[in-house]
């Protein structure tokens, strides 16, 4: 055979040859619903979650001040070898015990938990937001130089509170001083202390 007798039947061979179809003309519409329908479960599923990590992470974001300005008091009695209030003020400067209004932190030698002209202001957090609750049953935490707290010891919440859903922190102080943390949440029903009472939310 000649070669020019091949390369017309290599021609022939290639016009007549069906195509393959191409694998990667991408996803058919049935595939793209199965993909949807898993899409859209898993958002479901992980939406009660994502929903408690935003409510955690803003009452966090309102607590973390107020662990962070306990421990600096008690720290600062000790370095400063004196006594260190923390508690909220009023239009006279007294301690009172509405815990939802600003929070100061000053340094009051007599104990009398009255910030007067001479009582150094060391730091301050704001009110808390609308949306949740500071609470404790004395008008003042104090700490001698030692870190004590003596007969200011107790315990102060901070909750948080979004439709049925609870979220709250307590920090239990000890008449040492020492600090201890609990977290709860709850949906439905109110938050509890370690004791099993409810903490106040409202």
């Known amino acids: ?9 290599k021609t022939i061979r290639a016009h007549h ?22 899409v859209a ?13 935003h409510q955690r992470h803003h009452h966090d ?6 662990q962070n300005t306990l421990q600096f008091a008690r720290q600062q009695a000790v370095l400063l070898n004196s006594s260190i ?4 003020l009023n239009a006279q400067n007294h301690c009172h015990a509405n815990w939802h209004d600003p929070i100061s ?34 008008d003042a935490i104090v700490f001698d130089n030692k870190g004590f707290a003596g007969f200011t010891n107790g315990t102060l919440s ?28 709850q949906q439905n029903q109110p938050a509890k202390n370690t004791q099993g009472n409810d903490i106040p939310c409202n």
């Open 158 to 185: 901070h909750c948080f509170q979004q439709n049925n859903t609870y979220s709250a922190t307590v920090i239990t102080i000890s008449r040492l001083g020492r600090m201890r943390i609990h977290r709860e949440y």
């Open 17 to 38: 040859t069906p195509q393959r179809p191409n694998k990667d003309h991408g996803q058919t519409l049935i595939e793209l619903c199965v993909c949807l329908v898993i």
């Open 105 to 138: 932190v000053f340094e009051d030698r007599n104990r009398n938990r009255q910030r007067e002209p001479d009582d150094t202001l060391l730091q301050q957090i704001p009110k808390a937001p609308h949306d949740s609750l500071r609470h404790y049953w004395r």
């Open 1 to 9: 055979m000649s070669r020019t007798t091949t390369t017309i039947t």
């Open 85 to 88: 209030t923390v508690c909220p």
């Open 41 to 53: 479960t898993l958002a479901v599923a992980a939406a009660p979650n994502m929903h408690r990590w």
């Open 61 to 66: 974001r309102h607590f973390l001040p107020l």
